[in-house]
């Protein structure tokens, strides 16, 4: 491994999180001391709690000399560490992505991202961008698979940004034209960077062979998904309430595989972690099973994201 920074980054619904989330893994069974940092978790080194809130930058200048620091204490920690970084969304969509909605000159931006250039030159980080050939087809391929509540939330928010109104975009339309945009201008960065960059089109998540060429370019052996026990799959699969409420969602059972249906925005593949413990893939949060009760139990637990909570369900 020559690098101890990897970077992940790509438009909403490109594959971010499960490409960190599986980097992680494939370090992790080489050995490595890993460390992935969901672009929603609270402790990412780039965080800001102020932007995630109000989606708004009152003062550019503010913010990045704000973010130029936390890239500048990043490094530093790295330079102190053994510990390998992944780090998604903040290369470009939670801090260039950021700037170009808030309607901030292109020049100022890629002065911003010039400037995040020569203090990452020293640690020489490595890349892996998800730039869609047609965000047209890469949006209609998220509508197919993420909630549509959480598609009519993001969807609003990009539209009500101050680019958007800027340039009078409104519908589906001006989402896409305002994407399409941002990705040609994160296209002109990622190149001009001069870092190790992989760069795979996200338009038909293609996970397969996006896996096999992230493991080469990283320099580590793919890890497959080991799969629940059919005991387990047997015992899992089925309805659930949440016991505090009415809300409810799934489990469903696909060639020996479990997914979670019904929670996030879109369904999440289950990973046996230990005894009853799960990964939800590339979401940072873990499902955890009990029988205790003589009932089948799960605790959704997403405390490792801003304002996360855990989640407590009964199977019905």
Request: proline share 3%.
């Amino acid at each position: 491994m020559e690098t101890q920074l990897i970077l992940v980054d790509g438009i909403p619904g490109s594959g971010k999180s499960t490409t960190a989330y599986y980097l992680e893994r494939f370090c992790r069974a080489a050995g490595l001391d890993a460390r992935w940092y969901h672009e929603l978790e609270a402790d990412n080194p780039l965080f800001s709690e102020e932007y995630i809130e109000t989606r708004t930058i009152d003062n550019a200048d503010q913010f990045i000399k704000e973010t130029l620091q936390k890239w500048k204490n990043l490094v530093d920690r790295i330079k102190n560490s053994k510990t390998i970084y992944i780090i998604e969304g903040y290369l470009l969509q939670g801090t260039v992505g950021a700037l170009f909605d808030n309607a901030v000159e292109e020049a100022v931006i890629k002065d911003y991202a010039d400037q995040v250039a020569t203090i990452l030159k020293e640690i020489k980080p490595s890349v892996i961008y998800f730039s869609p050939e047609n965000v047209y087809q890469n949006l209609l391929d998220l509508v197919q698979i993420r909630d549509p509540e959480w598609i009519r939330s993001r969807g609003k928010s990009i539209i009500s940004s101050k680019y958007a109104m800027k340039h009078k975009l409104s519908g589906y339309e001006g989402w896409v034209e305002m994407l399409t945009k941002r990705a040609k201008l994160a296209d002109k960065i990622v190149e001009a960077f001069h870092f190790s960059s992989l760069v795979l089109d996200s338009t038909g998540k293609h996970w397969g062979a996006y896996l096999d060429r992230i493991s080469d370019f990283v320099g580590l052996n793919p890890v497959r998904d080991p799969k629940p026990k059919l005991t387990i799959v047997e015992q899992l699969e089925g309805r659930y309430r949440q016991i505090k409420s009415d809300t409810t969602c799934h489990i469903v059972n696909r060639d020996g595989d479990l997914y979670l249906c019904g929670f996030f925005p879109a369904e999440r593949k289950l990973i046996p972690s230990h005894h009853t413990v799960y990964d939800i893939v590339g979401n940072a949060s873990e499902l955890k099973s009990s029988s205790e009760s003589g009932e089948i139990e799960i605790l959704i637990d997403t405390t490792r994201l801003y304002q996360g909570q855990t989640y407590e369900f009964v199977k019905i």
